[in-house]
């Protein structure tokens, strides 16, 4: 493809980009130019699959990924940035964020953009658990090949920039939910999860069976 040929890529060929402090390997460092260019698993099926409308289950080939559920909805993305992720890229994100994704999905990320309010379909919240846990190669992917009713941005945002949007998605679902990425640490918001009432206060209609399993009948 020809994008691939634009001079702005420039800026993440081998060599130019920012180097790790010497003797370091940053987590999650990968060079392959195919995972910069798709965000895709060397090996990985056809471009522009979507691949979360297929089933998660034995034979998608992801056994290379630990066994978590968005590792199952996306086996063919990469879970890893393609260079080190520095606070300069997740600034240089938000400004790109907020011109061409902030007027659909909102300044963080709800889906409650300003041109949603005034009639435009309404995309998903970033702050689901699916999203939450989808690799960064599936935002990529999306920004790449559109998803749905989402066109491709591919044309218009070069491809470092499509992953320094990336970063910053993941910093705006940090900071949304701080508790996601640590627990007990104070947070003073917390989080609705989904804990089943107090035993004490539902009596006939328990939502635990294991309470009962202990030997009744
Ligand atoms: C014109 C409005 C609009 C803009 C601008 C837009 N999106 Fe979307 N986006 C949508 C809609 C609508 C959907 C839901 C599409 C569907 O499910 O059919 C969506 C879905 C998504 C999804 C969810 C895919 C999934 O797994 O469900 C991601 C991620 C996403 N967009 C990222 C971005 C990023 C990043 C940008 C900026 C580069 C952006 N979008 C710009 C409208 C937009």
């Given amino acids: 493809m020809d994008m691939q040929d634009q001079p702005r890529l420039e800026a993440y060929e081998k060599g130019s980009i920012r180097q790790p402090v010497a003797g370091t390997v940053p987590r999650g460092y990968l ?3 195919k995972q910069l260019y798709t965000g895709k ?6 471009a522009g699959k979507p691949l979360a409308n297929q089933p998660a289950g034995p034979g998608t080939g992801n056994a290379n990924i630990s066994a978590t559920s968005a590792g199952a909805l996306y086996p063919d993305v990469v879970d890893t940035f393609p260079f080190p992720v520095t606070e ?10 907020n011109i061409f994704c902030a007027m659909c999905h909102g300044p963080t990320g709800y ?3 300003m041109i949603v309010r005034r009639g435009y379909r309404r995309p998903p919240s970033y702050h689901t658990d699916q999203l939450r846990q989808a690799p960064v ?7 790449t090949n559109g998803w749905g009713a989402m066109p491709s941005y591919a044309a218009q945002i070069p491809v470092a920039d499509r992953w320094a949007i990336v970063a910053y998605i993941r ?3 940090l900071s949304q939910n701080p508790q996601g990425s ?6 003073a918001t917390a989080a609705p999860q989904a804990q089943p009432p107090a035993p004490s206060q539902t009596p006939a209609a328990r939502p635990s069976p294991r309470a009962e399993t202990g030997g009744r009948r």
């Fill in 111 to 113: 889906g409650d953009g």
């Fill in 88 to 97: 300069e890229i997740v600034r240089r994100g938000e400004g790109r964020y």
């Fill in 171 to 173: 910093a705006l679902q």
């Fill in 137 to 143: 190669g599936h935002y990529f992917d999306v920004m």
């Fill in 182 to 187: 640590s627990s007990n640490n104070g947070a």
């Fill in 31 to 33: 060079r392959e130019d």
């Fill in 41 to 46: 698993k060397d090996g990985a099926g056809a």
